[in-house]
């Protein structure tokens, strides 16, 4: 059973920056499929970022091209702990910021990259950035 806790969602004006944290326990760290999600009210779920934590380069949609030069994913396979960097945030980046996990590798693509492959997720961390 895989357990997520995200950490490092705030309130800041347009321009800050905030470092989402993303704990994980309970599972194989070194073979697991991360995404980031964010949700905005009366939304469903949209994917940010999705990478394996057993290496590879990370999957930006395309409906994040506006934001991958701002939004950083990293890992730090010791802490098992994935980081989600915003930087230069936007008003529009206001969301409840999830992270999710599945554990099987070999659907950790683009191709595959919908919320509903992702059966571990965490309870959110909300991000508020005010113009």
């Known amino acids: 059973q895989v357990r997520l806790a995200e950490s490092g969602g705030g309130s800041v004006q347009a321009g800050g920056s905030l470092r989402l944290s993303c704990v994980i326990s309970?599972?194989?760290?070194?073979?697991?499929?991360m995404g980031w999600f964010r949700q905005t009210p009366g939304s469903g779920r949209e994917g940010v970022a999705q990478f394996l934590t057993g290496g590879g380069g990370t999957f930006y949609p395309a409906s994040m091209k506006d934001r991958k030069d701002r939004f950083t994913v990293s890992h730090d396979r010791a802490k098992k702990t994935v980081y989600l960097q915003m930087d230069n945030l936007t008003p529009d980046d206001t969301a409840l910021y999830f992270c999710a996990a599945h554990g099987a590798p070999e659907y950790c693509s683009g191709d595959y990259f919908r919320e509903g492959l992702f059966g571990f997720w965490g309870p959110g961390t909300r991000v508020t950035v005010s113009s």
């Open positions: 309970g599972y194989d760290y070194h073979n697991l499929c």
